[in-house]
């Protein structure tokens, strides 16, 4: 019986503490203004949502320091998704309906802003996702907007660069399942990449999460190919790169925005030198607007920003400048403001929102080399 | 990290490896890999037929049988590693412990961070010979010491409460476990990559086909990569192997294995004849987690990209091991062993020859079938509940 009574008393002191914290919380944050953020702070991607915090708490900071929206403060409250949909779902519904945020930000992985960007829609509050490139994240969603390009254009990107500067005939796709980016990557590579003359000689799949691709590799290894298309995310990457160089296979692994981690560096080590991936932006770029972003995360996190973190920076400032120009910060004039975002100079190049509320812009392909992506290319989104 | 075992002397690995192959124009990889080759060179005159990585040519449809059987079976002995102890707190508790493949992450874990702090891996820092031994033994006594924690903290208060209450308790430390390992100071929430510590090379080399270069120099064939047989998926198994043989020798030829049995048979009576029915469980608990350990560090070598402690893989992982304590008869020692090494086999056969895109039907199939037609499991004996 004592021990039963302790654990009632523990488990009382317990909630009289959260309801404390909680209360504290409310008090410190009523005259500000304030932005939602959902992203995958722990979990799988973890890094995924913390650069894309770190990026928006950057740009937070800037806006606050020069002055805020007429004085006022914005202040950024953030909710890990663990990286899984149904709690993406929950943390969005939570900023809309408790926090009474004005504007959403979030998420990277387009699942899970699938998930997020129902609820904005259905409470008529603005979501912008900084990097989730699955088209039918915004589709008939004219709430949901996002400041990066599409997998269409990412895949084409990378079928381009397989073709043109690595000259590859034949390439593997090993492609996560479970994920709709890595589906929409794949299908769009397959189609631009045979339309441009080449062969797919192995098509595999596996499940976010696996460890293991011996038998989808071993597959691969027969087919002979120039380079493997992995277009999933960092762990994953890693994770093969390391056992198709244990198989012996030693082609490079090619892959999209999904590996931008330093993470990915550090699981695949060696394995991953030589791969290429499409990304936002490369670290090393010359232009003004990057170099002064990347010195300002540099001495503020002690890290290189990756895309995500500029995407989330510059998610964050296409808000704040739509919130300028906005005649309220209701959610109908704000997404109008949003909407109208033309030109607007930002890191990751210059973004214009498309009628479909997709940004139109150009993409990097970076090569793995010492560790570090390193600028490779640029490819221009085509005119149609 | 370096090619394993692979100094840049001719004749060895990758480098002869590529002339042989010659002719492409790729660039060379090398492939993730043991800092130091040291136990091996001097258990290298020991296997005089094996270190010249040899060169066997065999049809393409063994070649992709013999590359199954040998993951199937890595992996297989791990599962195994992890279901005895699953399978011994079920013999004796009669209650499902949760927390079990939890203790396997740390252990897989703790071995990481034993490994980053002593800076080894990578070129630059070799790790010796005896570095896997060691960082084996820190992951073995860490979790011997969690396990024992967990049993005494959670398990023993609730001894004569209602089995329901333990197990969810199990499933509370199972959290608790693992949202603690993703704690910044702990381990954190970012995967990390493992350096490989224990002896690697190739050991043989099978099937494949060099690039077929043109008169003018253009690929007319691109190089089939062989099959590798690398060292360290050897000792990895045989590690895991010689760990059950031990345990099963402790179990059915010891004092203290004859006291477990009696516990597992009857606490009741086993306590009436002198045995002391707490520290019996106590021991299990450790040699259970001891040996979770040791499938962590050996699941570290074979896959060197580590999930964050509460990555979903993990939980499919233990969920797996636990599978195959129930296929072999939950309470069955031997039949853990066999379990693991079947849904090891089930696992990379069905995903070679059938997808992989189901591998995880095929072993919760086999559960489903396996309790519908012999729910003892294979070696167990259908027990009859009392009243």
Redesign the interface.
Known sequence: MR?KRSVVGWMSAAIAALAVAGATGMVSAQDTIKVGHYGS????E??FG?STDNGIKLAVEEFNAAGGFNGRKVEVITYDTKGESSEAGKAVTRLVTSDKVIAVLGEVASTLSLAGGAVCQEKGVPMISPSSTNPAVTRGRDYVFRVCFIDPFQGLVVAKFAHENLKAK?VAVLYD?AQTYSKGLRDEFKKHFTAMGGTISGD?????????????L??I??G???AIFVPGY??EA??IA??A????????LLGGDGWDSE?LA??????I??CYYSNHYAPDQKGELVEAFVKKYQSKFGATPDGLAALGYDAANILFDAMKRSKSLGGKDLRDAIAATKDFKAVTGTITLDKNRDAQKSAVVVEMKGGKPVYAATVEPTKK | ???PGRPESPGEGADS?ETRHGGRP????????VPDPGLFSRVAPLLPHLVASARYHLP?VLE?FL??LL?GLA?GSLYALIALGYTMVYGILKFINFAHSDVFVLGAWVSYEVTRIAGWG?PDHPAPWWAGILVLIIAMFTCAIVGFTIERGAYK?LRRAPRLNVLITAIGVSLLLQNLG?LDFIFG?????MPTLLPDRVLA?IG?HPAVVGPDGVVI????????V?LVDVVGSATALLLMFVLDRLVFKTKMGRAMRAVSYNPGTAALMGIPVDRIISITFVIGATLAAAAGFLYSQK??????P????WV??GLKAFVAAVVGGIGNIRGAMLGGILIGLLE?FG??YIG??L??VYVFGLLILVLLFRPGGILGSAAVEKV
């Open positions: 021990t702070m722990t979990g799988k973890a890094t913390q034949k399942q595999e799949a596996y499940s976010s999460g696996d460890q293991d691709f011996s038998a989808q071993g597959k290894r027969s002979a190919p120039d960092y762990t890693g994770n390391l056992q160089r244990k198989l012996g296979i030693k082609v490079p993470q550090k699981i695949g080590g060696e394995a030198e030589g | 990290m370096n090619e490896h790729a660039r060379v990889f090398t492939g993730p890999g393409p992709l590359q199954t993951n992996v990578g208060p993703q929430t970012r995967p990390q990559g080399e494949g064939a691109n190089e089939v990569a062989p099959v590798l690398r896959y060197s990209g580590l999930n964050q509460a990555a979903p893989v499919l992982l990379f995903a070679t992989p895109e591998k995880d």
